[in-house]
Structures are given as C-alpha cells and as structure tokens.
C-alpha cells in the first residue's frame, strides 16, 4: 500500500503540473459556472444570479447544493424552476442537506430526474473538454457513508483511476475547508484525500452561505504548492449571506456581501475563475 501510494503520488504529480502549470496551450475551454444555496420562494435573489447566468448561454451549470430551501419539496422546486428552470438541459446538480428534509430527496430527484444520477446514490461523473468533473454527494448519513468501504468511495476510486483526463474538478455541497460558520466537513476527509491522491485540482462547495477561495493545499490544510487542490466555497446563489468567522489558514479571499456566481474557463493545461457578483463591489479573479 505504502509503495502503491507513492507511486500514485509521483505519478500525480506529473499529471497536475501538466494540467496547472503549462500554460503554452489554452486552446479547447469550456465554461462552467458554479454556486450552490440558491432558490428561496420568498426571495427575489435567485432572479438576480439566474440573469448573470442568462449572459453565459453555451456554458455549463453546477450547481453546488441547497438548490431549494427549506426542505426540497415539489412545490419549492417549482419557485426554483421559475427562475433557474430555464437551465435544466445544461445542468449538473449536486444535492445539499435541505433537499433530504423530504424523504430520500424526493423532490430534488423528480424534479432533475436522470440529470442528479441514480436517487441511491446522488453522485455521478462527466466530461466537460478536457477536464474530468465529479459530482459527488456529500450527505453522508443517507448514501451508504462516504468512508473507506463505502459504495461511494469505491466508486471514487475507480473513476479517478481509470480517469484518461489531464484535470479533474470535484463538486458538492459540504465543504472541505470553510472559514463560514458550518466550518469543514470531517465526513468528507476519505473522499478529498483520495481526490487529493489521483492528483485532482478544484474542488467546489456551498453550504456556508459565503465565498471563500483558498490557496493550494492538501487534504489537512496544509499549503501545497506541487500538488496541492484549490477549494472554493461559494454559496451565494441567493440564499441570505452568512457571517465569516476567523479566517483558516490557506484562506486567500472571502466575501459575504455580495450574492453571484463562480466562473471558471477550464482549458487543457490551466484554469482561470472569475466571481461574477450581481452588484459592482467585489471582484476576484486569477488563473493557475
């Protein structure tokens, strides 16, 4: 095992320096834009980031959980379809803890059918370009678990290692890191140090009602500039905006007080984001 690690570790390390850090070729990029925490019935929020979603048409949509609040029912799904429904044939959701306050999610799996997976699992994958993107479901307690001998991990495992993509973003609604007030994910830690061993390079979250960006890291938090992954959290879908507790280390950028969109140019050797805010005030963008 000890030597099998290793080698995977060399190996992805080649592989992400080919992904993140030769930028001779940006030729083939794909838009993906990204939030999670979005519809609420009594708020006129999810208008304001449906329309920046509106300028991008050929993009494609993550979204990063709590697509509905408070509990995933039929009826809020159709408030969500009245203002991000419009989207439905270029999204890619992911499932957040308050669609399971219906029974088994019910109302987030009916209303997105094939599109969230299987309604057992809630976690799929895609190609987009260049880049291999995984949607996984950070509900833990109502997917068999997300540990080592989980269905979810085991699958993880086989996707990443037969995976023929430079790049690799994985999405979901807990995060890994967050400085908001639902803080990190202790469930997820098996899944992001196996992201982290097959040489993955972003992963997206919400939960925490915030946008955050940090530095390249690994799994424990530590900086990583060789093969580190960059975590954004970026739950400003419209939901009303979190308080940002002490920053954690790694923590570059936070904001909660503008709602948007994360988007991000994924080409075959790089990447570049951009927060897409839907008021002037805020901006952050980069490449790496």
């Excluded at 088994?104 to 309604?119: M, T």
């Excluded at 790694?250 to 948007?260: D, L």
Aim: hydrophobic residues 30%; contains cysteine.
């Amino acid at each position: 095992m000890i030597i099998r690690r290793f080698l995977v570790g060399l190996f992805c390390s080649l592989f992400i320096a080919s992904c993140t850090n030769d930028s001779s070729t940006t030729s083939g990029s794909s838009v993906l834009l990204a939030v999670g925490d979005i519809v609420e019935c009594s708020s006129g929020n999810s208008q304001l980031t449906a329309d920046i979603i509106k300028l991008y048409p050929t993009a494609t949509v993550a979204t990063l959980g709590d697509n509905v609040y408070e509990v995933g029912s039929k009826e809020e799904f159709e408030c969500y379809d009245q203002t991000w429904g419009k989207f439905n044939l270029r999204t890619n959701p992911s499932v957040g803890n308050h669609e399971y306050e219906t029974a088994n999610a019910k109302g987030y799996f009916d209303y997105f059918n094939s599109r969230a997976g299987d309604p057992d699992k809630g976690y799929y994958t895609y190609q987009l370009g260049s880049w291999r993107m995984i949607a996984l479901n950070s509900n833990c307690e109502y997917n068999g678990g997300c540990g080592a001998n989980s269905p979810q991990y085991r699958w993880l495992n086989k996707i990443l290692s037969t995976s023929q993509e430079r790049c690799t973003l994985a999405y979901m609604h807990h995060p890994w890191r967050s400085s908001g007030p639902h803080g990190s994910s202790e469930s997820i830690k098996l899944l992001v140090e196996l992201l982290y061993e097959y040489g993955a390079d972003v992963v997206l979250s919400g939960h925490d009602h915030i946008y955050e960006r940090f530095s390249l890291q690994d799994p424990h938090g530590r900086a990583d500039k060789r093969r580190g992954m960059r975590q954004f959290v970026v739950g400003t879908g419209g939901r009303s905006l979190h308080e940002i507790d002490e920053p954690l280390n790694n923590s570059e950028v936070r904001n909660n007080e503008v709602h948007g969109i994360l988007k991000l140019n994924l080409n075959e050797n790089l990447y570049t984001w951009e927060f897409l805010g839907v008021k002037e005030g805020f901006v952050d963008k980069g490449e790496s």
